[in-house]
């Protein structure tokens, strides 16, 4: 996995009389500009504030990270923590990637390193009063499956720096060490992620919208081991991809929270591991 930093140091125009204009062919959606607005450091990881589409602008801010970022360590295998107390602090940073203000965690909402890796932490304040005071808003969380070619960027609000790539493809299974993340993905070998990255946004370009929480990479070439996650396909089959990094999907997420940002396993649609 991609470490925390302490544990790496990571119009066409057509003239003329008679002559029938020309039919300009499809245009790809054009990219959004994807700045580090709304990201966050941590003290040795990256993360991001989120919300979902049905959060109200008085809800309490959400910020996510990974699962191994969390300050009271890894999670162990198939353990899943929920409404923990924390008072971790962030570095709230604005487009150029400036850090303009401290935000503060009340409780670890949820954790795990089970399926996937995540932690939501809940802060002190809210999105409304995020905007007013800094005029940046948080990332929104795709609800939709990302898409296999889809261009992306991985934005680094620990290192200030943003990997371009694209979706590869999906791992049906990514092991690493004791740990097994599901339906992971898989980057192009542009986004070379390092330590410290741990915990980025992994953006749509088309939508600005989260898809992937950035989460590991193969670093040595080892075979399923600690910072060398390998991929099994549903019928066992191991592949080692040396370089190559990986992420976790986000979009079961949204389904697990309802009204005021408060965290529902048992809601309708919600898959997340339960503890």
Known sequence: ?????????????????????AVAAPQAPAAVTVTYAGTVSLSNCSGSVIRFAGSADSDPALVMTNGHC?????PAAGEVITNQSSSRTFGLLNSSGSKVATLRANRVVYSTMTDTDVTI???TTTYAAIKS?????ALTLSATH?????AIKVVSGYWKTTYTCAIDG?????K??????????RYTSACNTIGGTSG??????????VVAVNNTGNEDGERCTEDNPCEVDENGNVTVREGINYAEETYLIPACFTTGNVLNLSASGCTLPKP
Request: charged letters at 15%.
């Open 1 to 21: 996995m991609k470490k925390p930093l302490l544990a790496v140091l990571g119009t066409l125009v057509v003239t003329g009389a008679g002559v029938a204009p």
């Open 70 to 74: 969390l300050e009271t360590g890894f």
């Open 121 to 123: 932490y809940r802060t």
């Open 133 to 137: 005071s800094y005029g940046i808003s």
């Open 146 to 150: 990302p898409t296999a070619g889809a």
């Open 170 to 174: 999906f791992v049906y299974r990514l």
């Open 176 to 185: 690493e060490g004791d740990w097994t993340w599901k339906d992971s993905v």
């Open 200 to 209: 980025s946004p992994v953006i749509d370009t088309s939508t600005g919208l």
